[in-house]
């Protein structure tokens, strides 16, 4: 029998400055093995059976450290502290502007210059579990307050990988965390995403302006964003839309059901099957927000084994908060205070669907 | 042109946002889409649509199933023009009072009927390899043959299958995406390094089904099964097809799936029903289909103009059932004794009748299976009962007591004992299991 009580970890390379970088590896009953570097936190890759019990890996990942640093595709990675994006790089908070770090023409995206994807994480095992941690120093990307941050990751015998988020902070500062994995479920990099089937529970989405900022929110009924009942990525991408021209496929946050400010449920939220493998992929979360976005900017990205990710190699799901939320009037709930800890529970379920 | 007149249009830009009339609840600080253009006083008439399908297969009647998902996802209300027994008939079409019209291209009599209609036209179905095959002037929703072909053929291979055939129908103008299935599998089995000749002998058409020539179709087919190597992976690009198949394998005792594995397209539940061994067969997305013709048909009411846009539908599943369990077994006893306990096991058959079927002493049978499935057959004969019980229960149409009688189980006592010990659960727990929803 393996133990799954210890995750093994072995070195992975280091950084620049020579700090060496590590893998740990959470394995469960299945035989399934989920890799995670402290380098960002990562989820670099997920082997997980299909329906004849073969395993092979639904994560699309870089083979090392030097190429997540050179990437900008934020592979597997945690984001923080703002993931997405906040138009014009600034935010007012108790009458105080503050001004961030602009990485995508006059905006914030992803955390910033650095950002959380790039910094080396401490790490503890817990459980069977990982305890990653990370201190994020006043001004870091131009946010106020001294934050501590607690991933924790977690594999069950049932395939679930839960990913808990805590935070606290010494000072009021906006924070919306997600994890930035790109699924592709077929196991084999070079097949696209389009022969998924996705299913997405919301009724609205945010329509976005040409630096994918949400402008409006609008009803997905009768429309390509309709996932209510589940379709194929692929057909999807080609119903006439002019958002699906704008973002050069799906780069949009879903508005999720029971969507109170604070004390949400974990609910599932999303499916997605492939019917050539049978795996299927289910999302819950206690967030408000989805970005489903459909591996659009993805050319020539290097992966695993050597290979290439192209166009639609792989979907994310990311659960979080609404993009450039902290701009809305009604934003207080997405302030972490010092007597007001950030915390956000998000699951990631890999199994076998009998059929379709 | 058309009776009605058209709507306002709701949706200058055409890019698919229109007919919001309920604005969402949440707060918000965005601007709503379509904050106040639509409220009219009286409800607009509704499009009157024709939809040209022939309703008496599982194919057509998903995409209408669609295409009525799609208007239940909206506000739309369109008076909807079938004919009476669901069939395709294209007497007077060009008379049509009405606005707009969904149609199967696969019939060429269809598309010809159609040619320069005034009205809008949004075509449905096979996808062609040749893209001139395609009408120029409509807009065309087609079932991708190639991701059909691909997913059945990846799943064979998935199975340890290493030689493969196709079964298709003889040339036809109305199965012209037949053809495009054995282009399909010659294209896939050209990229794993076959030759063309060799591809070409991978194809069998067969005869057209009739009831004269059903002897004769079966007898040749058998034929044909024989001198295939075997262990064999064939798809057939229908169900009504693979059922041929595993008709003919069942005349000439050719273990199913030991021998040849069988896969089909379209996932329909009568062929399934028409078959002792339970048929796997390829979901397509004719739902999805439905779906997308009705989406452009609704944007070509408000004024859009597609040209002749296509849109490939993938399919959406497969249904695995016993027909591709194949694992491979080294003792031909074994699967002998498989495919006989396959089809009679909820006969109520005991292991002696096993092995007489098999002609080797019970010792003897039982050692062999003990190798190679680590397991007794009498195990294996409730295995079978189990899976059709749980196949049974899923369907929830059937009393568990009738489930209990049809899988050969001697008393409903007996049925609960064994899913209690095997699955953990009652069959009723099952059932209620079983049935929540699934994706695709």
């Not at chain 2, 009339?21 to 008439?45: E, G």
């Not at chain 2, 007591?401 to 009723?428: D, K, N, W």
């Amino acid at each position: 029998m393996i133990n799954t009580a210890l995750p093994r970890s072995e070195p992975w390379g280091s950084l620049p400055g020579a700090q060496p970088v590590r893998l740990f590896t959470l394995r469960n009953a299945q035989g399934m093995r989920v890799a995670i570097s402290d380098l960002g936190a990562t989820l670099v890759s997920w082997h997980a059976p299909d329906r004849a019990g073969r395993l092979g890996d639904v994560l699309l990942g870089h083979d090392t450290p030097a190429e997540y640093l050179a990437s900008t595709a934020y592979m597997g990675a945690i984001i923080g502290r703002w993931a997405n994006r906040i138009a014009g790089a600034r935010f007012v908070l108790d009458g105080v502007e503050y001004t961030l770090d602009r990485n995508e023409g006059p905006n914030l995206l992803h955390g910033g210059n650095s950002g959380f994807h790039r910094a080396l994480w401490d790490v503890e095992e817990d459980g069977g579990g990982l305890v990653m941690r990370l201190q994020s120093e006043e001004g870091e990307a131009g946010f106020p307050g001294n934050v501590d941050v607690t991933v924790h990751y977690s594999l069950d015998d049932e395939g679930e990988l839960t990913i808990d988020y805590r935070a606290r902070s010494d000072a009021p500062t906006p924070l919306n965390l997600t994890n930035h994995a790109y699924f592709n479920l077929t196991g084999e990099p070079g097949i696209d995403i389009r022969g998924h089937v996705i299913s997405i529970e919301a009724d609205r989405f945010f329509e976005v302006d040409a630096a994918l900022i949400p402008c409006r929110e609008s009803l997905v009924a009768g429309n390509a964003f309709d996932f209510r009942q589940s379709a194929p990525i692929g057909a999807r991408l080609d119903w006439p839309h002019e958002q699906l021209s704008l973002a050069g496929g799906f780069d949009h946050c879903y508005v999720l059901p029971g969507n109170a400010l604070e004390g949400r449920p974990v609910r599932e939220v999303a499916r997605v099957y492939d019917p050539a493998s049978g795996r299927e992929l289910t999302v819950s979360t206690d967030q408000r927000g989805l970005q489903f976005y459909t591996g659009n900017f993805l050319s020539d990205e290097p992966g695993h084994n050597g290979s290439r990710y192209g166009r639609h190699a792989g979907f994310c799901l990311e659960a979080g908060a609404f993009p450039n939320e902290i701009n809305r009037l009604e934003r207080d709930h997405l302030i972490v205070r010092p007597d007001k800890p950030y915390r956000q529970v998000t699951k990631y379920r890999l199994g076998v669907a009998a059929h379709a | 042109m058309a009776a009605f007149p058209l709507k306002s249009r709701i949706n200058e830009t055409g890019n698919g946002t229109g007919d919001k009339h309920a604005a969402p609840t949440a707060d918000t600080a965005y601007p709503r889409a379509n904050p106040t253009m639509t409220k009219p006083s009286v409800p607009p008439k509704a499009h009157r649509i024709a939809l040209l399908f022939n309703a008496n297969k599982v194919y057509d009647r998903e995409i209408i199933t669609g295409v009525g998902n799609y208007l239940l996802s909206t506000r739309i209300g369109w008076d909807v023009f079938l004919e009476e027994d669901f069939r395709c008939r294209l007497t007077g079409i060009e008379r049509f009072d009405g606005d707009g019209i969904i149609a199967d291209f696969d019939d060429p009599a269809v598309s010809e009927a159609l040619q320069g209609s005034p009205l809008p036209v949004v075509a449905v179905g096979s996808s062609y390899e040749d893209g001139s095959d395609y009408p120029s002037d409509v807009p065309y929703i087609a079932t991708d043959n190639l991701k059909l072909i691909s997913l059945a053929y990846t799943h064979l291979i998935g199975a340890g299958l290493q030689h493969f055939a196709l079964y298709s129908l003889p040339p036809s103008p109305n199965h012209r995406w037949a053809r495009q299935r054995e282009l399909a599998f010659a294209r896939l089995r050209g990229a794993d390094g076959r030759s063309p000749e060799a591809i070409e002998d991978e194809i069998y058409r067969g005869l057209s089904t009739s009831a004269p020539s059903w002897n004769q179709a079966i007898e040749q087919l058998t034929h044909w099964l024989q001198a295939l190597p075997k262990p064999v992976g064939i798809i057939a690009v229908t169900d009504a097809r693979a059922r041929h198949l595993l008709q003919a394998c069942l005349m000439s005792g050719i273990p199913v799936p030991e021998e040849v594995a069988i896969i089909g397209i379209d996932n329909d539940p009568l062929a399934r029903t028409l078959t002792r061994i339970p048929l796997s067969s390829v979901i397509q997305g004719t739902e999805e289909m439905g779906r997308t013709a009705a989406h452009l048909l609704h944007q070509m009411l408000h004024g859009a103009r597609f040209g002749a846009r296509r849109i490939l539908v993938p399919p959406v599943g497969i249904n695995v059932l016993e027909s591709t369990r194949h694992r491979p077994v080294a003792s031909p006893y074994v699967a002998r004794a498989r495919h006989f306990i396959r089809q009679y096991a909820c006969q109520g058959i005991r292991t002696e009748q096993v092995a007489d079927y098999v002609g080797v002493s019970r010792s003897s049978l039982e050692e062999h299976f003990r190798r190679e499935l680590n397991c007794t057959i009498h195990q294996e004969i409730l295995r079978q009962k189990l899976d059709a019980a749980k196949a049974l229960l899923a369907r929830r149409d059937m009393a568990t007591a009738e489930v209990a009688i049809r899988c050969g189980f001697t008393s409903l006592q007996y049925m609960h004992a064994v899913f209690r010990r095997e699955l953990g659960c009652t069959p009723r727990e099952f059932q209620e299991r079983a049935s929540a929803p699934t994706p695709g």
